[in-house]
C-alpha cells in the first residue's frame, strides 16, 4: 500500500507527505524526541514550534508506565493528536550494552499502544567497529527486521539500516530491508559521526543507501541540528529526530544554522525566535538552570523548524543547490562531505529537475551541478558548419561563446537554462576550477566533431588553461583593447 507521496523535488531532495494511522505530516520533517517521564517541553506543546509528528521511547515507556499507557493508549498518554514514532530500545542497547526486552515485545508493545511508526530493537553497530562485529550485529538485526514485518499490520515499520562505516554493508544493509519491506528506512548509528563533525563519513553513507533505496522516506537517526539538515535532504533524507535541542540546552548550548555557541560566549542574540526578542544573553545568564534551559531549548527548536521550512521552500523554488553550496560553508568538513557528490553524479543526474528558473553561481562546487553536465550533452547534440567562431568575448559575432563553468554556449542557448540563466561572476574574477571546466568541456566538443574547424578568440584570462587543444582548433589570444 502507498502510504507516501512525492510533492516536489530538487536535487536528491523532496516534499513527501507521509500517512499515518493518526493522519499525515510533510516532509521533510524534524520529530522532536519527547522524554515521556522528564519531558522539558511537553509533548502537546511541540505543535506551535512547528512540529507536525513527535518521537518517543517506547522502550521507557514500556519499562515505566507500560500499564498506564497501555490503558490510554500512547496518544492519549501524550496528549497529542498528530503522529508519533516510537524507538525500540536500541539507544539504550548501544549505551548499557543490553536491554530487559525481546525484539518481539517491544515491537508488539510499539502496536499495541497505537504507535504510527514502529521501529524494531535493531543493534547499531558505532562506527569504526571491527568488520566481524558489524557483520554479526547486521544479521541479528535483519532476523529481527523480518520478525517486525510478521507482526506489524496497523502501524507503519521503519527497518533501520546499520553497517557502521563499511559503506559495503550500508548497502547490503539497505538491499535486504528494501526486500523485507518497510515504509521508512532510517539509517542508524550515526550520532557518533555528527558529534565528531564526521561530515565526510556521514554523506558517504547517505549517498550509499540513498541509491539502493531510491523511493521510499529515509529517516536519519539521531540527526538534530539544523546545520546538517539541508546537505543531508539533498542527499536524500526525509526525516530526522531531535533530542539535541534538548541536550543541547542542558549545557547552555545554543543552535544556530551555522554551527553551536555557548550562552557564555554570547553578547547578542542572533536570532529573532520569540525567546531571543524577549531576552537578553546576559538576562539569560542570570537565570536559575531550569528556566534557562527551557528556554534554550525552545530557541534550538525554534531554529531547527526555521531551517526545515527554508529547506522545503528552496525545493519549492528550485534552489537547493544554492542553498545548501551557502550552508556548507559553516564547516570545513560539511564542505568535504558536500564534495562527494562528485562521486555520484550519475545518480544525482536521476533525481534532479530538468529545468529550473535560475542557475546561481555560489563557489566551486556548482560546477558539479548535473546542469552543467546535461549542457555539455545538450551541445553535443547540435550541428555545426565546417568552421565555426568561438570567442569568450560576447563583443565578437560568434555561433558559440566560452563561458566560465560550462565552456561552449551556441548562440541558439544562449537565452535558455542553464547557461542563458545563469548568474556567474565576471571571468577574471571567478576560481580558476570554473575556467579550467569550460576549457575541458570545449575540447571535448571539439573532439566530438572532428571534422569541424574551431576559430577561437579568448581574452587573456583564458590563455594558459588553452594548452593541448585538438588539432582542429586555431587559438586567438585577444588582447585589451580589441
Ligand atoms: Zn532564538
Redesign the pocket.
Given at each position: 500500500m502507498q502510504k507516501f507521496e512525492i510533492l516536489d523535488k530538487d536535487v536528491m531532495g523532496r516534499i513527501c507527505r507521509i500517512e499515518t494511522p493518526s493522519g499525515t505530516f510533510e516532509t521533510p520533517a524534524l520529530l522532536p524526541v519527547v522524554n515521556p517521564n522528564i519531558p522539558l517541553i511537553d509533548a502537546s506543546e511541540m505543535r506551535k514550534f512547528g512540529a507536525e509528528a513527535i518521537i518517543t521511547n517506547a522502550y521507557i515507556l514500556y519499562r515505566t508506565a507500560k500499564q498506564e499507557v497501555e490503558e490510554k493508549g500512547l496518544h492519549r498518554f501524550l496528549n497529542v493528536d498528530i503522529p508519533v514514532m516510537t524507538d525500540s530500545g536500541s539507544y539504550q542497547l548501544m549505551v548499557y550494552g543490553d536491554v530487559e526486552v525481546t525484539n518481539r515485545e517491544i515491537v508488539e508493545f510499539q502496536e499495541r499502544i497505537g504507535a504510527d511508526i514502529v521501529v524494531p530493537l535493531d543493534i547499531p553497530t558505532p562506527p569504526d567497529s571491527e568488520r566481524d562485529t558489524a557483520e554479526e550485529d547486521l544479521e541479528k538485526t535483519l532476523q529481527r527486521e523480518k520478525e517486525a514485518r510478521d507482526i506489524i499490520s496497523r502501524s507503519l515499520l521503519a527497518l533501520p539500516i546499520q553497517g557502521s562505516t563499511f559503506t559495503d554493508l550500508r548497502r547490503r544493509s539497505a538491499e535486504a530491508v528494501k526486500k523485507i519491506g518497510g515504509d521508512v528506512y532510517p539509517i542508524g548509528a550515526v550520532v557518533p559521526l555528527l558529534d565528531s563533525y564526521r561530515f565526510l563519513d556521514l554523506a558517504r553513507i547517505i549517498l550509499e543507501v540513498r541509491s539502493v533505496i531510491r523511493v521510499e522516506p529515509i529517516h536519519l537517526f539521531g540527526c538534530g541540528h539544523p546545520m546538517v539538515f539541508s546537505m543531508a535532504v539533498a542527499m536524500g533524507c526525509d526525516i530526522f529526530d531531535s533530542a539535541a535541542y534538548a541536550l543541547y540546552a542542558k549545557d547552555d548550548r545554543y543552535m544556530t544554522i551555522y554551527g553551536t555557541k555557548k550562552l557564555v560566549d554570547l553578547h547578542y542574540?542572533p536570532?529573532?525566535?520569540p525567546?531571543?526578542t524577549r531576552y537578553t544573553p546576559e538576562e539569560m545568564k542570570e537565570m536559575n538552570k531550569k528556566e534557562r534551559e527551557r528556554l534554550i531549548a525552545e530557541?534550538n527548536l525554534?531554529?531547527s523548524f526555521q531551517e526545515i521550512k527554508t529547506i522545503k521552500q528552496a525545493i519549492k523554488e528550485g534552489s537547493l543547490f544554492e542553498l545548501v553550496e551557502k550552508r556548507i560553508r559553516s564547516h570545513p568538513y560539511l564542505l568535504a562531505g558536500w564534495r562527494l557528490i562528485k562521486d555520484y553524479s550519475k545518480h544525482l543526474e536521476l533525481f534532479d529537475p530538468k529545468i529550473k528558473k535560475k542557475f546561481l553561481y555560489c563557489g566551486v562546487e556548482s560546477i558539479y551541478r548535473p546542469s552543467v553536465m546535461r549542457h555539455v550533452e545538450a551541445v553535443k547534440n547540435i550541428e555545426f558548419g565546417g568552421e565555426v567562431v568561438v570567442s569568450s568575448d560576447f563583443g565578437i559575432l560568434a555561433e558559440i561563446y566560452l563561458r566560465p563553468v560550462f565552456g561552449p554556449v551556441p548562440a541558439e542557448l544562449m537565452e535558455s537554462f542553464p547557461a542563458g540563466h545563469a548568474e556567474i561572476p565576471p571571468e577574471d574574477l571567478i576560481e580558476d576550477e570554473a575556467i579550467i571546466q569550460a576549457v575541458e568541456n570545449l575540447k571535448k566538443l571539439m573532439n566530438e566533431k572532428k571534422d569541424v574547424k574551431f576559430k577561437i578568440y579568448v581574452s587573456k584570462r583564458w590563455e594558459k588553461y588553452m594548452k593541448e587543444l585538438p588539432e582542429n582548433g586555431e587559438l586567438h589570444v585577444l588582447s585589451r583593447e580589441t
Open positions: 542574540f536570532c529573532s525566535c525567546v531571543c530557541h525554534y531554529v
